[in-house]
């Protein structure tokens, strides 16, 4: 049976050109590139280059790029350390209603130990910050500000260089999660303003478990470390560097950078395939979020009367992501879509597509088929939601 993968922004699959880069490394690279001898000077060599072509992928400095374990160590960094770095007289922090569950959790985290004031900024019902929601929230006492550039969920843009001239006019840190943005679309940390940027090599189709936090030489004097040992990664994150991760990171950084405006085109030309087909195929299809403003990979899509855990399994072998989280052995509705004033029974309702590099017009005629042939008999499986569908 033929599988389709549309779940790029869970996890892209390893690009073999990336994973070629790695191979010299993996099966001859030896010593820990922190040490002195040649062994380590050579694996330290490899790093830098490595760390160089991440920087690239956001305009950043090679001299201002963390290596992490990955984008949610990254948004724990920025996030808890700024407030231990911080002082008394700004307690609040502001994050946005979408953000990634590495950031919503942290912030509460931080709130739970009376380490900072934590308020969270609404959406709208596009799924976006509103610069002036946002500016009446600001004052002298806040320290910082985590607004991501595109949700995982949605591919909702926010208007991050906005927030940033805002967040800045109080002398607040900006940081922004630009996970799903990098590599899709244009980011670059001095266009948009931010101070602490998080990234992920898996999203680009490179290895997974490897990270990174690009800051500004503002932003990182800012941020105390919260792993501690031997003080690598300029003293912000003890730890031997994942040398292979961080090879193939940059690898997946470069390929991404010189093929991003080709492929982006050809991946949103597939995503407007994929949902026109959807809307001939099945009542009752509507996208959420402001189709507008989004990344060119993502679509959600809610099918009324369809359950969305039900439409997943009955897609069999085509790979698709509910939003849904399993917390406690209940399923719960995704944060995101709530805070954008869908109801628990949308949220219920509502799948997401996202597409990338190796996604194919054939592996959008199978996911339609089996997708509108999914919704059918989940519909068909409940009285409500045959007779939502039909009117």
Known sequence: MIEVYLDYNGSGPLDPRVLEEMMPVLSGGVGNASSVHRFGRRQAATVDA????????????????????GATEANNLALRGAVEAGDESRPRVLV????????????????????????????????FVDPAVLEAMMGPDVLLVSVMAANSETGVLNPVAEIADQVHAYDALFHCDATQMAGRMAFDIDRTGADLVSL?????????????????????????????????????????????????????????????????????GLRDKLVAELKAGVQEVHENGDVSRRLPNTANIHFAGGDAEAVAANMDSVAVSTGSAC???????????????CTRTVAFESVRFSLGRFTTPGDIEVAVERCVSAVGYVRDMTEEGLSRAVG
């Open 200 to 268: 992920s090599g898996h999203k680009i189709c490179g290895p997974g478990g490897v990270g990174a936090l690009v800051g500004t030489r503002h932003g990182l004097r800012r941020v105390q470390p919260i792993i501690h040992g031997g003080g690598h990664e300029r003293g912000l994150r003890s730890g031997s560097v994942n040398v292979p991760g961080a090879v193939g990171f940059g690898a997946a950084a470069r390929i991404a950078v010189e093929e991003r405006e080709v492929e982006s085109a050809r991946v949103a």
């Open 327 to 341: 917390s406690s052995g209940s399923i719960e509705p995704s944060e995101v879509l709530l805070a954008m004033g």
């Open 50 to 69: 490595a760390r160089e072509q991440v920087a690239a992928l956001v305009g950043g400095r090679t001299g201002n790029t963390i290596f992490t374990a």
């Open 96 to 127: 946005s209603a979408v953000e990634h569950a590495s950031v919503r959790q942290t912030a509460r985290w931080l709130g739970s130990q009376g380490l900072a004031k934590v308020e969270v900024i609404p959406v709208t019902g596009g799924g």
